[in-house]
């Protein structure tokens, strides 16, 4: 381990670390080398905590779930407001955590799936899964929004809860790439627009 380098105890901060690095640079580039430079953790350390890199992958995955998706979800599935303003502030909520230049950018579950086909195989998979309970999520939400009479009663509950997911993908790639905060907002007026939202 370099000289001068300052080592966290905390495995909780240094999972937190872990998770930030491969939120940034992705499973395939982000090496052991990089974990232990970010942490300042020497490799054996690294192992004997949490595992190999793919071990290590799985554990900063669910700090993300626990951190950030189930907070948002929980908000989208027990919030009393109505669909369209708890869909806004869930997509203004991953806008605000892209846009944020002092952290990692859009979802991590979102960019996970970019490297998916190239993933071991128990990590696509749990990557996979972690997607579907989103989906799954926002189709839980849409039904309530149509027994709620929100929704047009025949809106195609499974078409729609991917095309929310959709967008997660789309604002996680746009701010990643460069977007502006106002070019995402009149994104998301677009997402809102297209739902089939019964006039009061």
Same mark, same amino acid.
């Given at each position: ?54 071990? #290590? ?36 909520? #991953? ?11 859009? %979802?991590?579950?979102? %960019? ?89």
């Amino acid at each position: 381990m370099a000289g001068g380098r300052p080592r966290k105890s905390d495995l909780n901060d240094v999972l937190d670390t872990v998770m930030k690095t491969f939120w940034i640079r992705g499973f395939e580039v982000t090496s052991m080398n990089h974990l232990s430079d970010a942490t300042g953790m020497a490799k054996p350390g690294l192992y004997k905590a949490f595992g190999d890199k793919q071990a #290590l992958y799985a554990k900063a995955l669910k700090l993300y779930l626990t951190k950030f998706a189930e907070p948002m979800i929980d908000d989208l599935l027990n919030s009393p407001d109505s669909l369209e303003p708890v869909l806004r502030r869930n997509f203004e909520r #991953l806008t605000s955590t892209a846009l944020n230049k002092a952290g990692p950018k859009g %979802c991590f579950i979102a %960019c996970s799936l970019n490297e998916y086909p190239n993933m071991p195989t128990d990590l696509a998979e749990l990557i996979k899964s972690y997607n579907e309970q989103r989906i799954a999520a926002y189709a839980q939400r849409i039904r309530t929004a149509i027994k709620q009479g929100e929704l047009s009663a025949d809106a195609n509950v499974k078409a729609l809860s991917i095309y929310l997911t959709g967008q997660v993908l789309a604002i996680t790639v746009m701010a990643r790439s460069g977007t502006d905060k106002p070019s995402l907002d009149r994104f998301i007026d677009m997402a809102m627009q297209a739902l089939p939202l019964v006039e009061a």
